[in-house]
């Protein structure tokens, strides 16, 4: 290939071409220099910029989790180095246990559960014919996704509040709310809202899936008698099963990065008795509210190596996996 | 085709209003609020739909009148998406049209940087903006969202490129242009669609982003948009929500026409992730 476009230009050495595509010939000059090698240079806008506020602030965070330095105070200018005692720390913190508690079933609640389940669900229908509507659900499930997070998160604290929506859905079956959802079920009130922003991406990623099966194994599996439970168990999901993987996996990577809605619906504490503090509201409380950003920066770490294995699980799952 | 099984029929449709009124309820109180001049948690209908909520995002939080957030926003999100798009564009003409050692590693790299979540790196680079001197400049918070931007706009760009044929480009160049001069020409005319489409979804991207800015921008004059609502939100005992609430929508408008103006172009993305 690369071969092959280096002898065109050798055939086309002699310059006569008149054709209008040659006639500006001031940027062809300045763009000889780019010829060959020169092209790399292309690629150093991109590596600077990445290189300096991306991957330096990686490695400079694994230095800083090292070291006892401080928001505010003496040791925010001239801190020591103090081997792993920041992971030891870590790894004592009862709030941290719990964060980590905490971000697991958040994980498994809003994201594999809720948002994977309802995603699939609404997949399904919108492949369906004659079923009048699916549109506008699926608009609406699509725009509650793309709204910023600090937004759908102040919508939520609102519709949770002692007087808010589902107070008064709840009081229509007779039950009375006497304080505010966020701060009687903070956990669960930030898996309700993720469910609610984040099912979107998993309704796409299937919709996506299942427009790659032909018609005709569908009819296939009807010719032959299969229920509709048959159809799905044995015929639909044997065939989506990479796309559920792969959606397993990014949903899990996004929720664990979550920070926008619980920080605006809970605050940085998580709630009552740091019942919603997932991982993300920890290191912001830390950093922040308690000025300790050595062990801010070794619960990042720790969450930065978590991610990376699931994103090598995305990289084997996508390299492995044979497309239906 | 399919006799009408009308028990599942009715399930269906069920489910589907269920799941309409749970994901509606929110941006219907939104929207009602802010409409309502004694707009309370409550979800009501206004007795009067007014705009004197959105008049009131002309009187000053603090010393700052909460449009300058959304002008701010507008100034760091329209930068940060031509930065990224910029120079996405030209390293991924170079990573589609040649082969190199180490461009599988590169592009994984950028796989891996596009799926981190964003406050691993905001936490290092307020510690670092500190001694760079970039805590509250908007240098600071554009080079970072547009650092943060950059490799899922340059893996887009770059699966765009190679989509569009090598034959144009090579046809341009017996005609006598450079290879550089056939990019600039007939490749880039060819890829403005996509171009667009990518500048849009960063623009959208930086307009969300909330922990980095948080974090490095302290002065409520130069709060973009999402930094302004929790600020607006935190800082006073009785919120109003009435206020809240139409700069809410006021903020978020622009991010729901264009994620449904490229809605086709993101779609099609979302299913490149499971089979590429």
């Given at each position: 290939m690369e071969r092959g476009r280096e002898k065109t230009k050798v055939f086309d050495g002699s310059n006569t071409s008149t054709g209008r595509l040659a006639s500006s010939s001031f940027l062809d000059t300045l763009a000889s220099f780019f010829e060959g090698r020169?092209?790399?240079?292309?690629?150093?806008?991109?590596?600077?910029?990445?290189?300096?506020?991306?991957?330096?602030?990686?490695?400079?965070?694994?230095?800083?989790?090292?070291?006892?330095?401080?928001?505010?105070?003496?040791?925010?200018?001239?801190?020591?180095?103090?081997?792993?005692?920041?992971?030891?720390?870590?790894?004592?913190?009862?709030?941290?246990?719990?964060?980590?508690k905490v971000s697991f079933a958040f994980t498994v609640l809003s994201a594999l559960i809720g948002q994977a389940f309802l995603g699939l669900a609404l997949a399904m229908i919108s492949r369906m014919e004659g079923i009048r509507g699916k549109m506008i659900v699926t608009t609406i499930v699509f725009i509650a996704w793309v709204i910023p997070g600090v937004v759908s998160g102040y919508a939520w604290s609102a519709v949770t509040a002692q007087q808010g929506l589902i107070a008064s859905i709840l009081s229509l079956f007779g039950y009375k709310v006497k304080y505010a959802l966020y701060f009687t079920h903070p956990f669960w009130v930030i898996v309700i809202a993720n469910i609610w922003r984040g099912t979107a991406f998993s309704m796409i990623l299937f919709t996506a899936a299942l427009e790659g099966i032909p018609r005709y194994i569908y009819e296939a599996a009807e010719v032959d008698g299969a229920t509709p439970w048959q159809r799905f168990r044995h015929v639909i999901l044997p065939l989506i099963s990479q796309a559920i993987l792969v959606d397993f996996i990014l949903i899990t990577i996004w929720t664990f990065g979550v920070f926008a809605l619980p920080y605006m619906i809970l605050g940085p504490g998580g709630g009552r008795g740091n019942a919603g503090q997932i991982w993300t509201l920890y290191i912001y409380f830390k950093a922040i509210d308690n000025f300790d950003i050595a062990l801010a920066a070794a619960a990042s770490n720790v969450m930065f190596v978590i991610v990376l294995a699931l994103i090598i699980a995305y990289l084997w799952s996508m390299k492995h996996f044979r497309r239906w | 085709m399919v006799e009408k099984n009308y028990a599942l029929t009715a399930v269906i449709y069920i489910f589907l209003a269920v799941v309409f009124a749970f994901f509606i309820g929110p941006i219907l109180w939104l929207i009602l609020s802010a409409f309502n001049?004694?707009?309370?948690?409550?979800?009501?209908?206004?007795?009067?739909?007014?705009l004197v909520n959105f008049k009131k995002l002309l009187v000053p939080v603090g010393n700052v009148i909460p449009l300058q957030w959304i002008l701010n926003s507008l100034i760091i999100s329209l930068a940060s998406a031509s930065i990224a798009t910029g120079v996405s564009i030209l390293s991924a003409y170079v990573f589609a049209r040649y082969t190199f050692k180490g461009q599988g590693a590169m592009l994984t790299t950028f796989v891996i940087l596009r799926l981190v979540p964003p406050i691993v790196i905001a936490l290092p680079i307020m510690i670092l903006y500190k001694w760079w001197h970039l805590i509250d400049t908007y240098t600071g918070v554009i080079l970072v969202l547009s650092a943060l931007i950059l490799p899922f706009a340059l893996l887009v760009a770059e699966s765009f490129f190679r989509s569009l044929p090598v034959e144009y480009e090579e046809a341009a160049m017996v005609d006598g242009c450079s290879r550089f001069g056939a990019f600039l020409r007939i490749t880039l005319h060819l890829a403005i669609p996509g171009i667009t489409t990518i500048w849009l979804l960063s623009f959208v991207t930086a307009w969300s982003q909330f922990v980095i800015p948080l974090m490095i921008l302290r002065n409520p004059a130069l709060m973009p948009g999402t930094v302004g609502l929790s600020y607006f939100f935190g800082e006073y005992g009785r919120v109003d929500f009435g206020r809240l609430s139409a700069f809410s929508v006021l903020f978020s408008l622009p991010v729901v026409i264009i994620f449904l103006a490229v809605q086709r172009y993101l779609r099609r993305g979302i299913a490149g992730l499971v089979s590429r």
């Open positions: 020169g092209a790399f240079l292309f690629l150093v806008p991109a590596l600077i910029l990445i290189g300096i506020f991306v991957v330096f602030p990686v490695v400079w965070d694994v230095y800083v989790s090292l070291t006892n330095a401080s928001l505010v105070g003496p040791s925010a200018r001239h801190y020591s180095f103090v081997g792993f005692y920041n992971y030891v720390r870590l790894f004592r913190d009862f709030l941290f246990i719990n964060s980590l | 001049p004694n707009a309370s948690p409550a979800f009501t209908l206004p007795s009067h739909f007014s």
